[in-house]
């Protein structure tokens, strides 16, 4: 495909968002999105491992695409994962060990964040060369990273608010996200076609 | 994976070189299982796609009964093998019961509101013009993006649409424009639906960059075609 | 999260994991293909039968192996065991029709990052034999595809105004179509969460029988 690169940049981080358009990286969105705090870093970590999952992943389809072993990209991809993830652990634990201790199981599980394995999958289907892949990558991040501050951001405020019964946890969080995504339409089309 | 989740069972750590084992036989038993499900399915799938693409060349040019893939590249056109070699442009060639040539079908693709639309245009070589197209796969928006598909009016900017080559057989001589709605003037424009500018664009870019890579290929070989059964 | 109780038998294993404990209303876990895919009654079943195919394999081989894989590597282990199957219904679905896998599209092997299927191979299959774990694990699939389904038929009989495909409307519905594109997920699937909330309240309100003085204290 022939997106230039200010048009995947755009198009990831606004009208096509990683979270509110396509639907990747839901778990931590519904799940560590009760604070500010916990979820911007939690969005910039990810941001990391998407980085390194589709540098990862195009080096690897490298070899995969000429030997015709197209059939194991799945399963080298997670692995790759799976490491990558590893290091972010350790350098957190490392760092800061009171994020590590607020961020808890959603660090490690940013493994099996769809928005990370979707970006190696997507760059691959779309056949994205380096430069394409890496900026996918930077804006699927930047994009997950705002999706989750913005509804982080409103369910604080929301905690003044009177919320019928019924409505109120998953439920409201379900809501409040399809107004955002609703929002976000708006930006359709800033990106593509000429 | 890291420490803080493991399960706090009783017992000494692994030694490495068991934990290397047991991984190095859970990645050979599942590569096995991946290699199987792949060969047994490679004939099926590969059937599924010549049907489907047999059927889209049909709807695009009436009363083709074979379809055979070509390749052209700049030195001439061969029939498609497994790969494509470099700088060679795929299409498919249909013809009738008799044996006759009855058109030239191509892929194109382009990025319309939502994700890549692709679409499969009838090339006629005589009047070096496009006389159909139909949309092979797309995630528009219901209701608006979709109305190529069924807007009369935008179906019939492709009855005609003229992409004839220079003299020289190098280039298309007008490039094919999408303008808006109810401003077409010449043959190689396309009018938009108003309302969904965005996937109209998106078809005629498709079958635009299509064009020029194909025909300045094709056309000056295109003899070598009428003589296939 | 397994409760510590008499281990339950096969059949209470599986409608456990069907509504009780369902993977999507209950324990909001494998969101992502939720939200994708259920733009019609068609791809939500199809997905969920896929998922839950992975999920009885995958469950079932961890189940077999679980006394063999070091505990220190084992969720790597279970990742590439459900990285195998996914890829083996990948390859499935593209031989049995083209126009389903085009639907279903990347999400098929976003499976693979579904939280629901690692999570039920960590939280029961590394404890429980095959057939066991194999059934529960089954049971967890169908009330996914189940609430799939609930999903999915409501945004396209709302949205599109037909279900599997057959128009019910007649032709001069106007669809809603939002509900076809990604803010209708959310709201969907809000909403399903909001009538079982209420219908939950109403369940509670009645076993609680009221005693007379208690006309003061409304809700």
Known sequence: MHDSIGQILITTILSGNFVLAMFLGMCPFMGVTHSVKVAFPLGLATTFVILMASVCAYLLNLVLIPMHMEYLELICYITVIAAAVQLVEMY?????????????????????????????LFQTARDYDFMQSLTFALGGGVGFTLALTLLASVRERVRFSHVPNAMMGTALTLMLAGILSLAFMGFAGLGGGE | MSEST?????????????????????????GLIIVTAYESTLDAVARN?????????????????????????????????????????????????????????????????????????AYDPVKQAITGFSVASMHETPGIGDKVLSNQDFLKNFVALDVHLTADMKAVANAIKVVKHGTKQNPWEIDAISGSTVTSKAVGKGIRESTEKLLPKLLPYVSKLKEGK | MVPGMNPPSSWAEFLEGLWQRNPIFVMVLGMCPTMAITTSAINSISMGLATTFVLAASCWMVSLLRHVIPKEVRIATYIVIIATFVTVVDYAIQ?????????????????????????????????????????????????????????????????????????????????????????GGFFVMGLWLMVFALVRA??????QPAPPSAQTQGI
């Open chain 1, 92 to 120: 957190v634990k490392k760092q800061s060990p009171e994020l590590f201790r607020a961020l808890g199981i959603y660090l490690p599980l940013i493994t099996t964040n769809c928005a990370v394995l979707g970006v190696a």
């Open chain 2, 49 to 121: 796609k010549k049907i489907a693409t047999e059927r889209a060349v049909f709807k695009v040019i009436p009363g083709a009964t074979t379809v055979r893939e070509f390749v052209a590249t700049t030195g001439g056109i061969q029939p498609a093998g497994p790969t494509v070699a470099e700088g060679g442009v795929k299409f498919y060639g249909a013809y009738d019961a008799a044996g006759v040539l009855k058109g030239i079908a191509a892929e194109g693709a382009a990025k319309g509101y939502a994700d890549e639309v692709r679409v499969l245009y």
């Open chain 2, 6 to 30: 493991s399960l706090p069972s009783a017992g000494e750590a692994t030694p490495s070189g068991a934990m290397m084992r047991a991984l190095g036989i859970a990645a050979t038993v599942c």
């Open chain 3, 95 to 183: 031989a049995i029709s083209l126009s389903l896998y085009e639907a279903l599209g990347a999400y098929i092997k976003l499976i693979v990052a579904n939280c629901l299927v690692l999570g039920r191979a960590e939280a029961h299959a590394a404890r429980n034999r095959p057939v066991a774990s194999a059934l529960n694990a089954t049971g967890m699939g169908l009330g996914f595809t189940l609430s799939l389904f609930m999903i999915g038929g409501v945004r396209e009989l709302v949205g599109m105004g037909s279900l599997f495909g057959i128009s019910l409307f007649g032709p001069h519905y106007q669809p809603w179509v939002v509900m076809i594109l990604p803010p």
């Open chain 3, 202 to 207: 109403r369940k509670d309100k009645k076993a």
